[in-house]
């Protein structure tokens, strides 16, 4: 774990994936390399990673990363010559926008933790990560509704400090390969709903997608 780099540079959306994260991916070494990173952040919450709209350490491994683009929701899964941004980048932008977090910038992991579970449940996910074909699964959904309630009944303290000093038992057992649910075909629908406000889409040179308001 010693030779990650520093910072750690996370997508804006995989702060989402790994507070999820259960073992599985689209393919063993994707697996690998994602439990590697979530190992390394639960037991050092003091972590740097820098925040940032497109790939980071994660899709190096991933089958579906071609060039710096998610190729997943491509035809037939194959990289296309376009300057349109993939479904990825696009729930980047919402994530980054919806945490106040700048582009690039450096962050410890556990104040980011605290943060996501101050802003994020399972309803702001499924408006940030609507195409995200995992979303069914809701390893993602249970486990930040779980990290909001820590977080507003004060069981997890700024910065993601738990009350409890028992470390976290970590899982020692081999990745589980486990593809994501079956991707469907047609033309997809953007869900509207109220629009950001202006404040909200400071970090993007791109207007913001819409969400839902807070509450």
């Not at 790994?18 to 070494?29: A, I, N, R, W």
Request: charged share 30%; net charge negative; with cysteine.
């Amino acid at each position: 774990m010693g030779d990650l780099p520093s910072p750690i540079r996370i997508r804006a959306h995989h702060l989402l994936c790994l507070q999820g994260f259960q073992g599985f991916g689209y393919s063993e070494e994707f697996i690998a390399q994602m439990r590697r990173v979530h190992r390394l952040l639960r037991m050092k919450p003091d972590t740097d990673i820098q925040v940032l709209i497109g790939a980071d350490i994660l899709c190096e491994h991933c089958p579906h990363h071609y060039r710096g683009r998610c190729t997943i929701d491509d035809p037939e899964d194959q990289p296309i010559e376009t300057d349109t941004p993939d479904q990825a980048v696009l729930k980047d932008r919402r994530t980054l926008s919806w945490l106040e977090l700048e582009n690039e910038s450096v962050q410890l992991w556990g104040q980011v933790v605290y943060k996501v579970g101050r802003l994020v449940d399972s309803t702001a996910m499924n408006a940030l990560c609507r195409e995200c074909k995992w979303r069914e699964e809701d390893y993602c959904a249970n486990a930040l509704d779980e990290l909001n309630q820590k977080v507003t009944s004060g069981e997890l303290l700024f910065p993601a400090i738990s009350k409890s000093t028992e470390p976290a038992e970590e899982d020692d057992s081999e990745p589980s390969m486990k593809e994501g649910p079956e991707r469907e075909t047609g033309d997809k629908s953007e869900t509207t709903s109220e629009e950001i406000p202006d404040s909200k889409a400071k970090n993007n040179s791109e207007p913001a997608d819409s969400l839902p308001d807070r509450t």
